[in-house]
Nanobody
Framework: QVRLVESGGGLVQAGGSRRLSCEGSGIAFNFYTMAWYRQNPGKQRELVAGITSSGSTNYADSMKGRFTISRDNAKKTVYLQMNSLKPDDTAVYYC?????????WGQGTQVTVSS
């Protein structure tokens, strides 16, 4: 059974930092491109950052310089370090694992940034 379990969400003040974690199980984690997406009610889910199996990263323009994605294959975990958080970063953050035709999602973790 494939599981992606996010953790680390919560309430943080504007300007603060938060680190999200996503632990995978039931997949050959090393092969997967891992990514973080976020979504607010009534809006489309948007890409935050991604990291390939070889460690190449990409970020949405609004996150560049503030967010850092990383992975630890031994722990089957992907991280999202979020700094200089803004109220607009408030959203449910989802972990995604993608490889070939396989595409999996976590349940999401809420991040709320107060002004």
């Amino acid at each position: 059974q494939v599981r992606l379990v996010e953790s680390g969400g919560g309430l943080v003040q504007a300007g603060g930092s938060r680190r999200l974690s996503c632990e995978g199980s039931g997949i050959a984690f090393n092969f997967y491109t891992m990514a973080w997406y976020r979504q607010n009610p009534g809006k489309q889910r948007e890409l935050v950052a991604g990291i390939t199996s070889s460690g190449s990263t990409n970020y949405a323009d609004s996150m560049k310089g503030r967010f850092t994605i990383s992975r630890d294959n031994a722990k089957k975990t992907v991280y999202l370090q979020m700094n200089s958080l803004k109220p607009d970063d408030t959203a449910v953050y989802y972990c995604n694992a993608y490889w070939r035709t396989s595409n999996y999602w976590g349940q999401g973790t809420q991040v709320t940034v107060s002004s």
